[in-house]
């Protein structure tokens, strides 16, 4: 089964119209029947299948395996290079947060010193 006919199946169990599960993704309802009607199923952006997946209350992982598939999802390059970029901000992010010499920093060394005792 692909992501489109998962996600189609998910909103009418949850007896959702394309508009209710726009609104509730906060993607514009023209976009999301854009996405929906696609001849390729499988080309959505990281950041819709996030909110697609959140408000059905499914992962990205379930909306993105095929049926008897246990490897890692099949994505495109597009979302591939979206995935990459949502992990270098996320690391980025990271490391603006815990600059050296910070408390957190500190508190790693004073922890080294009990180790002495």
Known sequence: MNITTKIQRLRKEKGW??????????????????????????NYS??????????LGVTVSYLTLEENETD??????AQ?????GQF????ESY????????????RDFD???DLED
């Open 95 to 106: 490391f603006d947060l815990v600059k050296p010499g910070s408390l957190q920093d500190k």
């Open 80 to 84: 591939r290079k979206e995935l990459m």
């Open 17 to 42: 119209s394309v508009a209710k599960l726009a609104r509730e993704t906060d993607i514009p309802t023209v976009s999301l029947r854009v996405m929906l009607s696609r001849e390729d199923p499988n």
């Open 111 to 113: 922890d080294d010193d």
């Open 88 to 91: 270098n901000k996320t690391i």
């Open 72 to 77: 890692k999802p099949k994505l495109t390059e």
């Open 46 to 55: 990281i950041k819709s299948l996030i909110k697609i997946a959140d408000v």
